[in-house]
């Protein structure tokens, strides 16, 4: 596979979890109707602040990281540029759509 597109998957499912948690979010009100208590939502929220960073951090640098430290330090590097920058045109092109609608 070419060198530019192997941190396409990457960037994919770091898109697609942080689109499933920007739908959650946007109905959050349905989940959270009839809980009187702040406590439950805050640590709600808190789990998902957690959990979201340790799921993209692993999407993200979790190969690149095995990469560098098996030795392929050039390779991990590589994959984790690449992976930013398939990012960055996700967010340009989301951005790009958001302008137009």
Same mark, same amino acid.
């Given at each position: 596979?070419?060198?530019?597109?192997?941190?396409?998957?990457?960037?994919?499912? +770091?898109?697609?979890?942080?689109?499933?948690?920007?739908?959650?979010?946007?109905?959050?009100? !349905?989940?959270? +109707?009839?809980?009187?208590?702040?406590?439950?939502?805050? +640590?709600?929220?808190?789990?998902?602040? #957690? @959990?979201?960073? @340790? #799921?993209?951090?692993?999407?993200?640098?979790?190969?690149?990281?095995?990469?560098?430290?098996?030795?392929?330090?050039?390779?991990?590097?590589?994959?984790?540029?690449? +992976?930013?920058?398939?990012?960055?045109?996700? #967010?340009?092109?989301?951005?790009?759509?958001? !302008?137009?609608?």
């Amino acid at each position: 596979m070419n060198r530019i597109f192997r941190g396409l998957p990457c960037a994919l499912a +770091t898109a697609i979890y942080v689109g499933g948690v920007a739908f959650l979010l946007s109905n959050i009100e !349905a989940i959270f +109707t009839d809980i009187s208590s702040p406590v439950f939502p805050i +640590t709600f929220m808190l789990l998902l602040f #957690i @959990t979201s960073a @340790t #799921i993209t951090s692993s999407f993200v640098i979790g190969t690149p990281l095995h990469l560098y430290f098996s030795g392929k330090s050039k390779e991990g590097f590589l994959l984790l540029f690449s +992976t930013v920058g398939w990012l960055i045109l996700i #967010i340009l092109v989301i951005l790009l759509l958001l !302008a137009n609608y």
